[in-house]
């Protein structure tokens, strides 16, 4: 019945059209022929193997954070610390992994090593949580007083006993590593992509379907949208908040099994570095599900890949330009979709009943 | 004020779909400049689409909806309002924070003219802007004055009662030069005496030209406000007759034959309250209960006591300790002394926090459903089968862990029945109800809980005649099996048909205890405070 190219979904095409179009006029700019910069981009990304796996790789730790923003913000938070959160829990976790016993099974030491850096992220979320649940201070600023925090934090650590050379850990055991894709697809060979971009995938649609049909998945989203509501109706708003928020602090924390575990290797500082703040865009405009999430997280990927690409004709800087040039347009796009639904006599098409 | 001429709006053939429901179908109708005309029917007939209309807030889906003779231009409250046309909404829409006068003006804001603002292009943005707040105060007093408006200009927002807010709503579309004033539910808010300044506003404003429409559920108030009536049931217009003197002078004739022609039939009577019997034990019990407030939102030294199947009304003008009683017994407030008991048993005594006190009360038996339905009972945004189970997932019946049993469907199914709510689909969100369609979910899920106690504030405001009926039926059928319940109404007639006694609440004390017979008058003097000799309570 619904036709694939619904009005909406054809304005976000026509957005990313007119993202391409920008950029091509910036490339030249440069003094680059338009064209030429638009196949290199194409050869860098998903033009080759190679190209795709890279994307990939770039794309987990911005559905990692995409989808722990996202969490938050159902239950009505800004959680903008997901980049100190995901920080802390890298180095814990990648310093932990590093002490493991070398010949720990993968089935044993992953999961463990896991579960450490879920808990530290969520444990350095939960001080912005509980600040707001408990004496009403806004996380926005706490959670960024806390990414500040983790900045000066982590040199700090690692000069003083967890690095073997005042930057880096000492290597993750073997059995915590995060295999990496071309072990199954040998054409993605010398990307960095690995089992980390799928495990992201299953993430997102847990969470989504987590937070559909769980009672505290559901609550926290009622709080979100009516906090009063809730609170006459006996749902312990302040617990909801915190819950939210440590959940989408393990969530970022879980960042590090695409940078620590599935690529270097170690942690070293500044890996990850961005993906905190990336997430925020990319959470706005998956808003709809965990496809969306998915391919907002690809996109995302997409254009820091292809910064990297075109990086000796272009300056890579121009690549940010085109990020906000594709925000602000899928913004435009998905405003005016929703202007159609209140202006339109016939409503786009309804979504599925409950019950 | 130079007097209005109003333009005559026209409805031709108007028609408006939702999804797959049609809300108004094929809708003639005429507002005539100079008249007070009502737009009645139950909740979800298509009344206050049919003004929206009016108002360019809604496209007709076919039709054309003409005012003075021509279509509006586009779709828009801006181009309504250019020709004439404001709107009152149910919802208050103004920016709390603000002052009145600032809101009067928001969007419309006069500002100092001087020469050099006249310059091209850089003049308005150099030297225009700045606003002139004098001329805008000048203004708003003369519209206040003329149309016998009372409101404090720079008073906040937030500071003003119900009543004067809706003045100030009034005022704002007089302000932008209306001509024509719709109102949607005006009168669900007031106190009676409210009610009756209103309609002298906007008697006064109709025979200054003005074109008023006013949608409302209150067929007293139309038998004698208004001059024409049209009846809307399920989108169709089915009924429009004038009313003259001779249809207000048998008002009970009037009023019976437009609750026929709303409902498509006969209202049964609202049954007798039971007797209550002499050993009968206390069910609820406040015993010197204070509640710290501001000004006369407070409650003190409030002793009240309900015993099984009793059903005591609560009148009062707004603002005067309602609301904090509502609360304190919701478990939201704590009392700061005082106590309240619940078959004997004390309640929120531990120092459990808000959450905690809320189930404690609810597990126990007493329930509450507050007044304010968008801030406490429903979300907006959420389906209406979630609306119809929030705050019970996790109890009896429902989820007891984290998964979530699947007979929520059941229950969310049955409290959906329940008051047949509109439309048929409960997949729709919170906001796409009418508002009496929101307050039957609301009633549905209360009622639906385990009760000893209830407590309803304001529960058909906003309601149909229907639906009231039948939510009346199930207090009466409630307080039959034994529970206590109290009423919170500014509908006099209401707390009549239900009550076996009425108490009055002002400025946070209960001054007087009536019975249901007890005139508006005497109701009315308790409320603003007057005792009497043999009415005042002890």
């Not at chain 1, 391409?20 to 700019?29: D, E, I, K």
């Not at chain 1, 905190?276 to 990927?301: C, E, H, K, N, Y």
């Not at chain 2, 997932?393 to 429902?398: E, F, P, R, S």
């Not at chain 2, 969310?412 to 508002?435: H, K, M, N, Q």
Request: charge should be neutral; proline fraction near 4%.
């Amino acid at each position: 019945m619904t036709p694939i190219l619904t009005p909406a979904r054809q304005r976000t095409l026509l957005a990313l059209a007119g993202a391409l179009v920008v950029m091509n006029l910036a490339s030249f700019g440069f003094g680059e022929a338009p064209l030429e910069t638009l196949g290199r981009i194409w050869a860098g990304t998903w033009g080759t193997p190679y190209g795709i796996g890279q994307v990939l790789f770039k794309a987990i730790p911005l559905l990692f954070t995409g989808v722990a923003f996202g969490v938050a913000l159902r239950a009505g938070l800004f959680n903008i610390g997901s980049e100190g959160q995901l920080a802390m829990a890298s180095l814990a976790a990648g310093f932990f992994a590093s002490k493991l016993g070398a010949g720990l099974p993968w089935v044993v030491a992953l999961p463990l090593v896991v579960a450490v850096a879920a808990l530290v992220g969520g444990a350095f979320a939960a001080i912005a949580g509980a600040m707001r649940a408990k004496l009403g201070v806004h996380e926005i600023i706490t959670s960024i007083m806390l990414n500040r925090s983790a900045d000066v934090f982590l040199p700090w650590a690692l000069a003083v006993g967890l690095s073997v050379d005042g930057v880096r850990t000492a290597p993750v055991a073997e059995g915590a590593r995060v295999p990496p894709l071309e072990r199954w697809f040998p054409s993605f060979t010398g990307s960095a992509a690995s089992l980390a971009f799928p495990t992201a995938v299953i993430v997102a649609f847990a969470v989504h379907a987590w937070t559909r049909r769980s009672r505290i998945g559901r609550e926290l989203e009622w709080v979100g949208q009516a906090a009063t509501v809730c609170e006459a109706q006996g749902i312990d708003v302040a617990r909801r908040r915190m819950q939210a928020m440590v959940l989408s602090g393990a969530i970022g924390g879980l960042t590090m099994m695409g940078t620590v575990l599935g690529y270097k290797g170690y942690y070293e500082l500044g890996l990850g570095a961005g993906a905190g703040f990336s997430g925020i865009a990319v959470a706005m405009l998956g808003r709809g599900g965990p496809v969306q999430l998915t391919l907002a997280a690809l996109l995302f990927g997409t254009l820091a890949q292809a910064g990297i690409a075109i990086n000796a004709r272009v300056p890579r800087d121009a690549m940010g330009v085109i990020e906000a040039v594709v925000i602000l347009l899928m913004g435009a796009a998905a405003f005016a979709s929703s202007q159609d639904e209140v202006k339109s006599p016939v409503p786009a098409n309804r979504k599925e009943t409950a019950g | 004020m130079v007097d209005a001429i109003a333009p005559r709006i026209e409805l031709v053939g108007v028609s408006r779909r939702f999804g797959e429901r049609l809300a108004v179908e094929r809708m003639d109708l005429v507002l005539e400049p100079g008249r007070i005309h009502a737009l009645i029917g139950e909740n979800g007939a298509g009344k206050s689409t049919a003004l929206k209309m009016v108002a360019g807030l809604v496209a007709p889906s076919e039709g054309s909806v003409r005012i003075g003779g021509e279509p509006l231009a586009s779709v828009t409250p801006r181009a309504a309002m250019d020709r004439g046309v404001g709107m009152v909404h149910q919802h208050f829409m103004l920016v709390e924070p603000f002052t009145a006068l600032e809101n009067l003006i928001l969007g419309v804001e006069p500002v100092h003219e001087s020469a050099w603002s006249k310059l091209p292009l850089l003049g308005p943005l150099l030297f225009g802007g700045r606003l002139d707040l004098d001329a805008a105060r000048t203004k708003a007093r003369a519209l206040a004055s003329d149309a016998g408006l009372a409101v404090n200009l720079d008073a906040r927002v937030s500071d003003l009662a119900v009543g004067e807010k809706q003045r100030l709503e009034i005022l704002r579309v007089l302000y932008r030069g209306a001509k024509a004033i719709l109102l949607d539910e005006p009168t669900a808010v007031l106190s009676p005496l409210e009610v009756t300044e209103l309609y002298a506003t906007l008697r006064r404003l109709a025979e200054r030209g003005h074109t008023i429409a006013v949608v409302t559920h209150r067929l007293d108030e139309v038998v004698r406000f208004a001059d024409d009536v049209t009846t809307m049931r399920r989108g169709v217009k089915v009924h429009a007759e004038k009313l003259d003197a001779d249809a207000r002078e048998r008002a009970t004739e009037t009023i019976q034959r437009l609750t026929r022609a709303m409902m498509g039939g006969d209202v049964p009577e609202t049954s007798r309250r039971p007797p209550i019997p002499a050993d009968a034990a206390a069910v609820l019990e406040l015993q010197s209960v204070h509640v710290a407030g501001v000004g006369s939102r407070c409650l003190t030294d409030v002793n009240l006591t309900l015993r099984s199947g009793e059903v005591v009304g609560v009148a009062g003008i707004e603002g005067n300790g309602q609301r904090e009683l509502e609360t304190v017994l919701a478990g939201l407030v704590r009392a700061e002394s005082g106590a309240i008991r619940l078959d004997g048993a004390a309640l929120f005594t531990d120092g459990g926090d808000k959450a905690a006190m809320v189930r404690d009360a609810r597990a126990r038996g007493l329930v509450v459903v507050l007044d304010d339905r968008h801030h406490d009972e429903m979300i907006l945004d959420a389906t209406v089968s979630d609306n119809l189970v929030v705050g019970d997932l996790g109890a009896g019946g429902l989820a007891t862990s984290s998964a979530v049993a699947t007979d929520e469907a059941a229950v969310s199914s049955r409290r959906f029945e329940r008051f047949a709510v509109e439309p048929r689909d409960p997949g729709r969100r919170g906001r796409e109800l009418s508002g009496g369609n929101q307050q039957k979910v609301v009633m549905a899920r209360a009622l639906d809980r385990n009760i000893r106690a209830l407590v309803l504030g304001q529960p058909t405001r906003g309601v149909d005649v229907g639906t009231a009926h039948v939510i009346h039926e199930a207090v009466g059928d409630l307080a039959a099996t034994g529970a206590a319940v109290l009423v919170l109404s500014a509908d006099l007639n209401e707390l009549r048909a239900l009550s076996h006694r009425i108490v009055v609440l002002s400025e946070g004390r209960i001054v007087a205890e009536l019975p249901p017979s007890a005139t508006d008058e005497a109701i009315g003097r308790a409320m603003l405070g007057v005792t009497e000799d043999g009415e005042a309570a002890a």
